[in-house]
């Protein structure tokens, strides 16, 4: 007792000393690297701060720009709504704003599972459709109509049994009609006339471009994945070689040819007088190319599906497809939601790619905007904005990714 | 797992009857028949569509441009090449520079990465704010946007200056046109010293060995951190002495309106080099991290409990065990790296896909260029699969 009096008295253990004591200098070797770095945080810090803040020039004033030291964020300024909506008119850039704000908010929508259900079939349904009419304007045509009609169907709650055939039989007979009379020579069908201005593929640009190839690309190679993802695991040798060499294939080129393919390729796969316009064509390889990586994920969510629910379902004698479309994919999609987003960060942040086969994404049009001879040496400023950008969406997303996954795996195990 | 959850329909004893139309197995063959069908019928008529379309576009097939005179300037090249090479020269040289960005790449960022994931966990906060902020950070930026900022931060004449103006340090020139510095010249002496250096390899590596096989027979420690760089680095040098030490050296020095002498790192190859290092070195940061974090706590406690330094805890404990998680998913960042080391072609380094852009622009011959590039990339990435998972069985668990 009497040596517990003479002890010295005991650190503190809360307060800023003990933590930076703690944390910062516990041992010699740790007290040296917290040095270093101090030492040369306080060498960049100020200087990145000088440039971004104190030096850098906030007015439009490319003279200006020019003579400072900093960054010039007029050129932002200045040329943000080309950054940001390419060469999309300038008047109708409302319409590409209200296209990404309503495909990032279905895309939300869809991460939550709750909401899963035919309303939000239904949305997709009619949501794709009637956003690409306000994108591109001009007449509508049939196949939108049939689409939207379809999601109306399937809303209002009309059984499967004969929306799936109607929609399906619509559907083939357009493609038929569409096939023979480029063959017979007949009239192409009537288009409804549209409620915008006609703009074409050309002009869109910027971040909603991003938006709509990232997003497009995922939810329309999402049946595709699917079917490959079941191939792959399927017991016939023939479909099964079929998907593995088709996702192995994809995913051993880099997308840049899958792209060069798409753009190069399809229009001499195409039958003579057929033509897709350039964005069409980009969209499908990103399409091809995201059926691949979202194949595998899904593949990942099918084999954590315990043995005994295939067997139980094997054991109520249902069949392949109701065993798969009641028991298997519910269980496995909702499983593969936090990988999925990470997908669709990864595609998102791909799409920038299309630059090099000359469409004007949000990055293209950074670089559409610093070829004005006036703002062209201030392209590293128009990149650092894109960057910040870029990550904020990224960011968010691998947040929400993040958190779902905390709350499927408190759900789960 | 499909053949165990099928199981049941494969143990069944074949059944005598005739096949009904409803059997598992005439069904399974049904659809493989018309999905065959279905996918062979497309492909003919997208091929067939596409000869039509060549022969109405006069574009030649085959593989004959090969031989032809490419005639097009390539930047830099690790082999000889001029416009009168061959387009198969060409595509050769482009290759050549995809790996050598590539394998630079991957180990840069291997190293960075290593020391980036081990840096979050580390008990210095600031040390593990700072990886996990360049992390979160890096990895949420496209690869290609990086590779073009490095590269306009590169050839910025606000950020460095033009050849005529560059002031060198230590005969090295940082220029908007790359990075100029001196080497040696070539002589018989330095031939001598790389072999040395291959020869001063395997001899640590077997010293190394003899060390391990005599500590564990005997108990005797042998000072490898000491002995095995100085094996490394002396047996070069004793063989650079012996071939005649030139010590003859190239400087860069202005000639015209360019440096000329000594050796150039073009901004290109850095730009690319940097984005696909940082960018991929985020990612194994993460990787690492996991890795770490998947090793048994037990198995540290029990480490200290037996009096093993921190340092040799990593390397003997916890790294082994961790590289088991971290093989796999490295695997597929290197094979990641390898494919957007691509995306060169946006700053004009001259890669594959760089040179295959070329030909086919000169050529117009898309489907043969683009068939050899994805049977190039796609031949890369199966030898880098099987060399990885070579490793990683070597390194696997040996269950007893």
Redesign the interface.
């Known amino acids: 007792m009497a040596d517990v009096a003479r002890a010295r008295p005991v650190a503190p253990s809360h307060g800023p000393v003990a933590w930076m004591r703690a944390n910062l200098f516990n041992t010699p070797s740790n007290a040296i690297i917290t040095l270093v770095v101090v030492a040369a945080l306080v060498w960049v810090l100020p200087k990145l701060f000088a440039w971004a803040i104190t030096d850098a020039v906030w007015e439009i004033n490319s003279a200006k720009c020019r003579t400072a030291s900093g960054a010039c964020w007029g050129f932002v300024a200045e040329k943000y709504r080309l950054m940001l909506f390419g060469t999309y008119p300038y008047a109708e850039q409302w319409r590409p704003l209200v296209v990404s704000i309503a495909l990032v908010a279905m895309v939300v929508a869809t991460l939550n599972t709750r909401l899963w259900g035919r309303l939000l079939w239904g949305a997709w349904l009619i949501a794709l459709p009637v956003l690409f009419h306000l994108m591109q304007g001009g007449s509508i045509e049939l196949v939108m109509v049939i689409l939207a009609a379809l999601g109306g169907a399937v809303i209002v709650g009309l059984p499967t049994s004969l929306v799936m055939p109607a929609g399906l039989g619509a559907l083939g007979l357009l493609f038929l009609y569409w096939a023979l009379s480029g063959l017979l020579g007949l009239p192409p069908l009537p288009a409804l006339p549209g409620l915008f201005s006609y703009v074409e593929t050309e002009k869109w640009g910027g971040l909603p471009l991003t938006l709509i190839l990232a997003t497009v690309g995922i939810v329309c190679s999402f049946p595709l994945a699917v079917l490959l993802a079941l191939g792959r695991r399927s017991d016939l040798p023939g479909i099964k070689a079929l998907c593995i060499g088709f996702i192995e294939l994809v995913r051993g080129v880099p997308l840049i040819t899958v792209l060069f393919m798409a753009s190069l390729m399809i229009p001499l796969f195409l039958p003579e007088g057929v033509n897709f316009d350039k964005l069409l064509r980009a969209q499908i390889g990103i399409t091809l190319f995201s059926a691949a990586y979202v194949a595998e994920v899904i593949r990942g969510g099918l084999q954590a599906i315990p043995k005994g629910q295939y067997e139980a379902a094997d054991a109520l004698g249902l069949s392949y497809g109701y065993k798969t479309a009641f028991v298997v994919l519910p269980q496995a999609l909702k499983l593969v939601i936090p990988p999925l987003v990470n997908t669709f960060i990864g595609l998102f942040k791909d799409t920038s790619l299309v630059i090099i086969i000359g469409l004007f994404d949000f990055l293209g049009s950074i670089r559409l905007a610093s070829n004005d001879p006036e703002w062209r040496a201030f392209y590293v400023e128009g990149l650092v904005f894109a960057g910040l950008v870029y990550f904020v969406f990224c960011y968010a997303m691998a947040l929400y990714s993040r958190n779902l996954e905390k709350r499927l795996n408190t759900g789960h195990r | 797992?499909?053949?165990?959850?099928?199981a049941?329909?494969r143990a069944r004893p074949r059944p005598q009857r005739a096949r009904s139309f409803y059997d598992k197995e005439v069904q399974?063959i049904l659809?493989?028949v018309v999905?065959?069908a279905i996918?062979l019928g497309t492909g003919y008529w997208?091929f067939s569509?596409?000869q039509?379309?060549?022969h109405?576009r006069q574009i030649q097939t085959g593989f004959d441009f090969l031989d032809r005179e490419a005639g097009y300037e390539i930047g830099e090249s690790l082999i000889a090449y001029s416009p009168a090479s061959t387009y198969a020269r060409a595509l050769v040289v482009g290759f050549l520079n995809t790996l050598h960005v590539a394998v630079i790449g991957v180990v840069l960022a291997t190293v960075l990465g290593v020391f980036i994931g081990v840096g979050t966990l580390s008990?210095?906060?600031?040390?593990a704010k700072?990886t996990a902020g360049y992390i979160?950070?890096l990895r949420?930026?496209?690869?290609?946007?990086?590779i073009?900022?490095w590269y306009?931060?590169l050839i910025?004449?606000?950020m460095f200056p033009g050849p005529r103006q560059a002031t060198p340090v230590l005969g090295t020139y940082l220029t908007q046109r790359g990075i100029y510095f001196p080497v040696p010249e070539p002589h018989f002496s330095w031939w001598l010293a790389a072999i040395g250096l291959l020869v001063g390899i395997v001899a640590a590596v077997l010293t190394s060995r003899w060390a391990k096989a005599r500590q564990e027979s005997t108990g005797e420690q042998f000072p490898t951190t000491v002995a095995l760089p100085l094996i490394v680095l002396a047996t070069p040098a004793l063989f650079w002495l012996v071939g005649g030490a030139s010590t003859a050296m190239s400087w860069p020095a202005l000639r015209g309106f360019n440096l000329a002498g000594g050796a150039r790192i073009t901004p290109e190859f850095t730009a690319v080099l940097f984005g696909l290092t940082i960018y991929t070195s985020a990612f194994i940061g993460e990787i690492v991290r996991a890795g770490i974090l998947s090793v048994p706590k037990g198995q540290i406690e029990a480490a200290r409990a037996i009096g093993l330094r921190e340092g040799l805890i990593m390397r003997l404990v916890t790294l082994p065990q961790a590289l088991r998680v971290i093989i796999p998913p490295m695997t597929s960042q290197f094979l990641n790296l390898t494919?957007?080391s691509?995306?060169a072609?946006?700053v004009g380094y001259p890669d594959l896909?760089s040179a295959a852009?070329t030909t086919?622009n000169q050529t117009g011959q898309?489907?043969e260029v683009?068939l050899i590039?994805?049977i190039v990339?796609?031949t890369t990435?199966?030898l880098t699969s099987l060399f990885m998972n070579w490793y990683n069985k070597r390194i696997a668990l040996v269950e007893r």
Do not use: T
């Open positions: 797992m499909s053949q165990e959850a099928h049941g329909y399974g659809w493989q999905i065959l996918v997208l569509n596409m039509h379309n060549l109405v008990r210095n906060w600031l040390i700072l979160h950070f949420n930026i496209p690869v290609l946007l990086q073009i900022l306009s931060i910025s004449d606000r494919k957007n691509s995306l072609v946006a896909v852009n086919l898309s489907p683009i590039i994805m990339y796609l990435s199966l």
